[in-house]
């Protein structure tokens, strides 16, 4: 299942992307006979309803879609995408989470994770322009594997961490480096208004398999900047996950963004970093396709 949120005339709806086709989800789940009123206004309400039994919904809302008695919304040339979950009450990050990025950044390599959070004000859709060359001249990109929670999830054991997720998504998690190094902190470089591209959907696990075995890769322009597979992830999803819940009560629609790989537009000599009409795109196996272009 693969869920998403698209542009209506009232704002952000949930649905449900099948093939290149959007449906609307609330409409999905009538013809499923799994209809709650008052109608779901977001994709992290229905995660709050339902995100204890997504196989179960899947299972329902499968052959509805499959058997043409719906109709779509629009395919996905015609409808606008944005953030898969537009409110979400946390947005988390893992800084250093791949080695060969901790190497090229010279850092030592981190015992636990390196946390840092954005906002829901930084986020776009998986194929909005990023309008931000006017607060940096040091944008840069990072693609990265991006986890959706979909329960309450505290003081899990890492064993059972994966049962708390609804799934995966694409997120880049643009900077502006100038920000970032002012200080000790990095938040100015990374919660950017409007700056963080992500989506298209979020795809359940039973789509996606291991999260620990997607390859990811990043092209600016065309020329593949990053390529690494989440395998090689320091810390995994799970252990992320585990770690979090320990202190911090994570909840459904909740996003952590997991690091990113070697490659990165400040460590390059000379520095590559995003200019006006780049076009980046962040790839990642059986889950989706980011396609900015920076403004």
């Known amino acids: 299942m693969k869920l998403v949120s698209y542009a209506s005339r009232t704002g952000w709806k949930p649905g449900l992307l099948d093939s290149d086709q959007v449906f609307d989800l609330n409409s999905a789940l009538w013809a499923a006979g799994r209809r709650t009123s008052p109608d779901l206004p977001s994709v992290r309400a229905f995660l709050q309803t339902h995100g204890g039994r997504l196989d179960q919904v899947a299972a329902a809302v499968g052959p509805v879609l499959g058997s043409g008695a719906l109709d779509p919304v629009g395919s996905l040339g015609s409808v ?19 080695s ?31 309008d931000r060359s006017d607060v940096t001249d040091n ?10 929670i979909g329960k309450e999830c505290g003081r899990v054991d890492e064993s059972d961490a994966l049962s708390y997720v609804a799934g995966l998504s694409v997120l880049n998690d643009i900077t502006a480096r100038d920000l970032q190094y002012r200080g000790t902190q990095w938040l100015a470089g990374k919660a950017v208004d409007r700056a963080t591209p992500f989506g298209p959907a979020i795809v359940t696990l039973d789509e996606t398999g291991d999260p620990q075995a997607l390859d990811i890769e990043t092209f600016v322009n065309g020329t593949r900047v990053q390529g690494s597979n989440t395998k090689n992830m320091i810390f995994p999803v799970a252990r992320i996950i585990s770690y979090v819940s320990r202190f911090l009560t994570l909840g459904p629609g909740d996003v952590i963004a997991t690091g990113t790989p070697e490659g990165i ?29 920076i403004h």
């Open 80 to 98: 606008r995408l944005g953030p898969p979950v537009t409110d979400p009450a946390k947005v988390l990050c893992v800084g250093l989470n791949y």
């Open 100 to 130: 060969d990025h901790v190497g090229e950044t010279g850092r030592a390599m981190p015992a636990h994770p390196d946390l840092f959070a954005k906002f829901a004000s930084s986020l776009i859709g998986p194929y909005d322009a990023v």
């Open 139 to 148: 944008l840069d990109f990072e693609g990265e594997l991006a986890v959706v």
């Open 265 to 293: 537009g400040a460590k390059r000599n000379p520095p590559l970093w995003l200019r006006p009409g780049d076009k980046v795109e962040v790839v990642l196996e059986k889950v989706g396709v980011l396609r900015n272009e």
